[in-house]
């Protein structure tokens, strides 16, 4: 009986040390990771952004200031290949990614050490899972149509700007778009759409543009993008008006000469 009084007093001891420790020992080792991967993401930022960044993220006439953008900016902007930029123009293009995923957590765990901004979302804020489909095409429509049109699909802006399309847009690079505001798009904080809200909107966008979604055909105006109602009022309005003033003037023509 002593003998197991005294082996459960060394396991509660036992217990009781690592309680005390271990929690310690694991914060320790994940500041440790953390400093690592901004040391390895400044030297990162160095070699591929600073020359239009600035060397501490300060911005320069090149680029603008990255302090306070957040990791899930860098997530978005180096994660889509928008970064860093091919080229000056009004309007950086997605292209194919240079950066591996840990490269990309590494410069991003740099720059939010420059400023506090948004995070790289965990996925349990953008999948499908209790996601309000129809309020998500309300918020959509009401939000985001007027530049990338009802179903995504993109449009013209001013001065050769555009606003993409986002078939084949991750979900984490939509949400993070709404957090961010990347180039012509205004940011939305969860003051404005909250984390639901745009958990809605990116279900709604994978049901309209998802692969099981029904397609009758033809060449819908919703498709083409925000221009596209003006486009067929000039084409068949305008050829309308021309072919009923042609129509007029040789009907005169002829009462004339009649």
């Not at 420790?21 to 591929?48: H, R």
């Not at 600035?54 to 928008?82: I, M, N, W, Y």
């Not at 984390?195 to 692969?211: H, P, S, T």
Request: aromatic content about 6%.
């Amino acid at each position: 009986m002593a003998a197991i009084v005294v082996l459960l007093l060394a396991l509660a001891c036992t217990g009781g040390l690592y309680a005390v420790f271990a929690p310690a020992d694991k914060a320790q080792a994940d500041e440790t990771a953390q400093s690592l991967a901004i040391d390895e993401g400044k030297k990162l930022y160095a070699v591929g952004c600073a020359s239009c960044h600035g060397t501490g993220g300060e911005g320069t006439t090149d680029g603008p200031s990255l302090v306070g953008v957040g990791a899930a900016a860098v997530d978005f902007q180096v994660g889509t290949g928008r970064m860093p930029a091919q080229q000056p123009g009004a309007q950086v293009q997605k292209k194919k990614n240079i950066y591996s995923q840990a490269e990309i957590d590494q410069l991003a765990a740099y720059i939010a050490s420059l400023g506090a901004g948004p995070s790289i979302p965990t996925e349990e804020k953008y999948r499908d899972e209790g996601a309000d489909i129809a309020k998500g095409g309300d918020l959509f429509r009401t939000n985001c149509a007027q530049c990338h049109n009802f179903t995504g699909k993109g449009g013209a802006l001013t001065h050769g700007k555009f606003a993409p399309s986002l078939e084949g847009v991750s979900a984490k690079h939509i949400y993070e778009a709404m957090q961010t505001g990347p180039q012509n798009m205004p940011s939305f904080p969860d003051t404005t759409l909250t984390e639901q809200n745009k958990k809605d909107i990116i279900a709604y966008l994978n049901a309209v543009n998802g692969d099981e979604t029904v397609d009758p055909g033809g060449l819908s105006l919703g498709g083409l993008g925000p221009v596209s109602e003006g486009l067929f009022g000039w084409i068949f309005g305008l050829g309308s008006l021309i072919a009923v003033a042609v129509w007029v003037a040789a009907r005169t023509a002829k009462a004339k000469k009649s």
